[in-house]
């Protein structure tokens, strides 16, 4: 697991923002990019780092990022991707 090191701020709440691994299954091999990612994670939180497996597209069964996730909001568990051929709706699973 990466170190993140953040500034200190004063209404720091430890209990509210966690970083949470989350699975994207069966995510279409064209939305691996690392902007890519970055965007689809951003639905779920702040994207702070990829797996060695998927920053090396190792594995195609799913993508695995480090999310820093506000929990006091409920979990997102899938959104709409808009794709040439239509919608896509992917699912999250988290860690």
């Known amino acids: 697991m990466p170190l993140i ?7 720091f709440e430890f209990d509210k923002e966690i970083l949470r691994w989350v699975k994207f299954s069966g995510l ?3 939305y691996w990019s690392i902007e890519s990612l ?44 808009e794709t040439p051929s239509g919608l896509w709706e992917q699912q999250f699973e988290y860690e």
């Open 5 to 11: 090191l953040k500034p200190w701020v004063l209404d």
């Open 38 to 81: 970055s965007e689809i994670a951003s639905a779920v939180g702040r994207p702070m780092h990829t797996d060695l497996v998927t920053a090396n597209v190792e594995k195609i069964s799913y993508a695995r990022i480090l999310i820093e996730v506000d929990v006091s909001q409920p979990l997102t568990e899938v959104i709409s991707i």
């Open 28 to 30: 279409p091999v064209g």
